[in-house]
């Protein structure tokens, strides 16, 4: 197949490109910059907030890892034609994650006026980025999958991602945890043992991403891993690491008192709200009867591991302090 991966040089991005070339596909990323595009892939030099050139009946597929507001589907939808096309959504769409394993039938709002107003504002070199959307991000979306499914009269995925992890991951929030793991001494994290995490390796959502392309299905997935508790995901790091480390738990209000903030001080760290509860405890039933393929937990975080220690003096955007543990270890 004739594959084109637009925001191809991206963490998702570039293990799709990966996969695609690895499964014998004819690759093109479509880039602004032209910089980190994956070995074998062609590169088309295009950036979607400008005119983009004519690009009917060059590719069978689409996989756009990068797009946050429903103009920017219509735009590439009007440029490429009739393809089968992959939407790498959000399980950020719904606005009520209160219920264990809940599915894609889920009440997902879309986006409001307001909504599309703060998203027209965004500065064009950040439209490609969650970073302007803040509390509208869910629900714009939602609005893409709208906008796909109308474009695409019916050949779409819509994949409603989860938290993807792995080597160079720019967001951190898995890497903070090996890193901390690979060091002696006390560890504090927010209990119970027994809170839900839910990631994947972002190589096994690349090669989802590339099956359902080849495959043409319609339909819309969750594409996360299986739950485990924050207790085995800490074994297994500490296993990789070899280091003696020993866990407290405590409440995560206490962490609050001292200004630590969930998910970005305490990464992976999901609210204590109602409304939240679940969102790392989502059914992937319909991804796994599409025989999505997870890999043991242990080989990501090896590769996370070897892949930090070569760049251990790279500061982390994320994590607490050494300041912050302290000030809530016993």
Same mark, same amino acid.
């Given at each position: ?6 925001? $191809? ?20 990323? /479509? ?8 070995? *074998? ?7 979607? %907030?400008?005119?983009?050139? +004519?690009?009917? $009946? ?15 589907? %219509? ?5 490429? *034609?009739? !393809? ?10 719904? +606005? ?6 809940? +599915?894609?039938? &889920? ?23 969650? %970073? ?10 939602? &609005? ?33 945890? !090996?890193?901390?793991? +690979?060091?002696? *001494?006390?560890? !504090? !994290? ?32 969750? #594409?996360?891993? =299986?739950?485990?508790?924050? =207790?085995? /995901? #800490? ?43 679940? /969102? ?7 991804? =796994? ?30 994590? /607490? ?10």
């Amino acid at each position: 197949m004739r594959i084109l991966i637009v925001g $191809g040089t991206g963490f998702l991005g570039k293990a799709s490109s990966n996969a695609a070339i690895a499964a014998g596909h004819e690759v093109t990323v /479509m880039t602004r910059s032209g910089a980190h595009v994956a070995n *074998g892939a062609a590169t088309l030099i295009a950036d979607r %907030e400008e005119p983009l050139p +004519d690009l009917r $009946g060059q590719f069978d597929a689409v996989i756009d890892t990068c797009a946050y507001a429903p103009d920017m589907v %219509e735009r590439l939808a009007a440029a490429i *034609g009739a !393809v089968h096309y992959v939407l790498v959504s959000s399980i950020s769409v719904y +606005d009520d994650m209160s219920t264990p394993q809940f +599915d894609e039938t &889920a009440h997902a709002p879309t986006a409001t006026e307001d909504d599309l107003a703060l998203a027209a504002r965004a500065e064009p070199s950040l439209r490609a980025t969650a %970073e302007p959307y803040g509390a509208s991000y869910g629900r714009l979306k939602r &609005a893409c999958e709208i906008a796909a499914h109308a474009a695409f009269a019916g050949q779409c995925t819509h994949i409603r991602l989860g938290l993807i992890v792995g080597p160079r991951d720019y967001t951190d929030r898995f890497t903070w945890w !090996v890193r901390r793991c +690979d060091q002696e *001494g006390p560890l !504090v !994290v927010p209990g119970p043992a027994t809170r839900n995490i839910q990631i994947i390796d972002v190589r096994d959502a690349g090669a989802f991403l590339v099956k359902t392309a080849e495959e043409r299905v319609c339909d819309t997935f969750h #594409l996360t891993g =299986q739950p485990i508790t924050l =207790q085995s /995901m #800490l074994d297994a790091i500490i296993t990789a690491t070899g280091r003696k480390i020993d866990i407290t738990y405590r409440p995560l209000a206490q962490f609050a008192e001292h200004g630590i903030r969930h998910w970005t001080d305490l990464p992976l760290i999901v609210p204590d709200n109602p409304a939240f509860a679940e /969102m790392l405890n989502v059914s992937t039933e319909k991804a =796994q009867r599409a025989e999505l393929t997870i890999r043991p937990l242990a080989e990501t975080v090896q590769a996370v591991l070897a892949h930090d220690r070569a760049d251990r003096n790279r500061p982390l955007i994320c994590g /607490m302090s050494a300041d912050q543990e302290a000030a809530v270890r016993p």
